[in-house]
């Protein structure tokens, strides 16, 4: 599926005329920061000196992890069939904050280990009941990863088909931070300790162990180290391998992603080592206070929007996020010009 897909890189073209827009409105050059550099990136993905935000959407993918047979969360598994029973009944902070924000909610069952009743909140895209303990095997078989990858880039499809042109991704899944964790040491090529966090709130014991679960995972699928789609197939999560096919579907339409914490920027990851032109269409909300979040940031070349210290996921950093790249639509299209406004301009 992934060789199906063709990012185009951004025509630049249009940039000098979008700066000078920027630069034209009232204010010193500069003066708005990220805001400014924010709607220089959008016009150009959009390719409109006037672009606009349609219907935004988070997606928060599920699933869960047969690595949590190794001890490596806190929590037991169970909790990620409970935290979507209260997505689904509209009481997680992601529901919050997308309801304050206006943005629509799309929750993914990518492989939740439960049946979930129907819901207009839920989308049924179950590729099976978790996945397989890495630390044994591959955590999916190829037709899995290629069932997942396919299904998140119709759903991607699906939601611009709906008018949406800007995406949020999130996810839920207890064991998750360490498929994350893995990803990034073997496409990083970083030691895993630099990559390696407490998740849902180990102790130093458990992050050890958490870090040694990963050291040997690692050595046994070492035939699939710096290889994109072999280390999601072997190290993944349904919800990661989903949500890398929804990013590249994103971005293939044409729609903003706005990219949340430490899990979704690992299936940007893998996204961005297939597609790299994938990296012009991300907007970064977060830098989360997961260990690890901030050297993957910088291995992605990415400047986040905010820092509050979250470590939730569930695309809360984006739903937060989005009000800013709201601001930075706003003023480049409503903000007077120096012309307009009859204002003058510094004298040189």
Known sequence: MASEIKITPLDQQLKPQLQARIDGKTKPPGALGKLESLALQIGLVQQTLEPLLHKPAILVFAGDHGICQEAVSPYPQAVTYQMLLNFLAGGAAI??????NGLTLNIIDAGVNADLAGSALLTDAKIAKGTA???????MT???????????RQLAQQQVQAGSNIIGFGEMGIGNTTSASAIMSSLCQLPVADCTGRGTGLDDAGLLHKQAVITQALKLHSAALGKPLETLRCLGGFEIAMMVGAMLGSAEQGALLLIDGFISSSALLVASQLQPAILDYCIFSHCSAEAAHQRLLTFLNAQ?????????GEGTGAAL????????????????????????????
């Open 304 to 312: 986040p929007l905010l820092n509050l210290d979250m470590r939730l």
């Open 95 to 100: 529901n919050v904050f997308a309801s304050q």
């Open 133 to 139: 303990n890495f630390l044994h095997g591959p955590a």
């Open 321 to 348: 996020a989005y009000p800013i790249v709201q601001a930075a639509v706003n003023f480049l299209n409503q903000m007077a010009s120096f012309e307009s406004a009859s204002v003058s301009q510094r004298a040189d």
């Open 142 to 152: 190829g037709p899995q990863c290629q069932s997942a990858l396919q299904r998140g």
